[in-house]
């Protein structure tokens, strides 16, 4: 059996309780996410969505974003292909986003969808780009000129 370490397992450590593991997945979830988004997510949650929007922020968040295995580029990488071979749009217009905070290029998400034409399909890859163009112009329209 391995030992839990810092270097392998990121915030989910022996000592960690579920309120250390919570807040990591908090404090990235906002970096990659961003404030608004997460406050947002906060704010329309109620008693039915509440343990939901717990379980992601601490297994999602804490417990895979914050192991050091992968840079956050490559878990945008592998994030965005997930979604386009699913066809989760929603979900991949916020990850294009965060792709970004996690400092991809526009060219790189552009060639990852390239990627997912062969892998996931053309026409999901075709969904996948409209939504990216979209998420790119309103980016753009709302930057300062």
């Not at 579920?18 to 906060?42: C, K, P």
């Not at 109620?46 to 804490?62: H, K, L, V």
């Not at 066809?87 to 060639?111: C, F, P, Q, T, Y």
Request: charged fraction near 20%; hydrophobic fraction near 40%.
């Amino acid at each position: 059996m391995t030992s839990l370490s810092p270097e392998r397992n990121g915030a989910v450590q022996a000592d960690a309780t579920a309120q250390d593991i919570y807040d990591a997945g908090m404090a990235v979830r906002r970096e990659v996410l961003g404030n608004e988004h997460v406050d947002r997510a906060n704010a329309n949650m109620d008693s039915f969505t509440e343990d939901y929007q717990d379980m992601i922020t601490r297994i999602a968040w804490g417990g895979i974003w914050t192991r050091p295995g992968l840079s956050r580029q490559m878990r945008s990488a592998v994030t965005l292909t997930a979604l386009v071979a699913h066809g989760h749009w929603e979900e991949l217009a916020m990850h294009v986003r965060a792709a970004l905070n996690n400092g991809l290029s526009r060219d790189e998400i552009k060639e990852i969808l390239l990627q997912t034409a062969i892998y996931c399909s053309v026409p999901s890859a075709n969904s996948a780009f409209k939504t990216a163009q979209k998420v790119f112009a309103e980016i753009d329209a709302n930057e300062p000129n």
